[in-house]
């Protein structure tokens, strides 16, 4: 069986819904400067534990940081363990599953995220539709066609914490566009994305009216 012809295929990226915030809803215990945030399962595909020793090395490069993973999942335990190891207690909180993400979003400074693979990578949506800055790997298939500009997000290596830390304290001490964050977020709203395929479905051919004999 051939291939389907290149100009046949059509790409139309995941509609998301953007979170409300819920006032008094999120919890930063450490009152750092720098708020991180992060939203995935707790899992092997979202690495948090690159993105865990990233922020150990911002911390001892005298950067006021703090981070939140949001999410629940198999991995907890060894998380939890690698927070102790890496002396993170009072820098990185997982509270589990939460429905007002949204209240995390809106209190953040900057969005990260480390995994090694994603589908298309919605939380980074959600971000910009708050106007975070992002920080994310350059990771099969999603953050890639989303950070389209620089002035909205960076992308760094799959695994490198070095290179996540560098970034995400680059981000941290430069000027937010947090309109044009917004902007990129809206090309991925539910309506947008249902305009796209209906366009693509066939037009129904009217038929013009007899005229009477």
């Known amino acids: 069986m051939g291939r389907l012809p290149a100009h046949r295929v059509k790409v139309i990226h995941n509609?998301?819904?953007m979170p409300d915030p819920k006032p008094g809803a999120a919890v930063w215990p450490a009152q750092a400067q720098h708020r991180i945030l992060a939203v995935g399962s707790l899992r092997w595909q979202?690495?948090?534990?690159?993105?865990?020793?990233?922020?150990?090395?911002?911390l001892d490069q005298g950067c006021d940081a703090e981070l939140v993973i949001l999410g629940d999942g198999p991995d907890r335990a060894a998380l939890v363990a690698l927070v102790q190891s890496l002396g993170l207690t009072s820098?990185?909180?997982m509270p589990g599953f939460?429905?007002?993400?949204?209240?995390y979003y809106a209190s953040a400074d900057l969005f990260a995220l480390s995994s090694r693979s994603e589908g298309f990578a919605n939380v980074i949506v959600e971000a910009l539709s708050h106007g975070l800055p992002v920080v994310a790997t350059d990771c099969p298939h999603g953050p890639s066609e989303i950070l389209d500009t620089s002035d909205i997000g960076s992308l760094v290596p799959v695994g490198d914490a070095a290179a996540l830390a560098a970034a995400i304290g680059?981000?941290?001490h430069a000027r937010r566009n947090p309109d044009?964050?917004?902007?990129r977020a809206s090309d991925f709203r539910p309506g947008v994305a249902a305009g796209k395929f209906l366009s693509l479905l066939p037009q129904p051919q009217l038929s013009?009216?007899?005229r009477p004999a």
Do not use: E, M, N
């Open 98 to 103: 939460t429905p007002h993400t949204g209240a």
């Open 46 to 58: 979202k690495d948090f534990p690159t993105l865990l020793r990233a922020v150990r090395l911002l």
């Open 91 to 93: 820098r990185v909180t």
């Open 170 to 172: 680059a981000a941290l």
């Open 180 to 183: 044009a964050a917004r902007k």
């Open 208 to 210: 013009k009216p007899k």
């Open 15 to 17: 509609p998301v819904a």
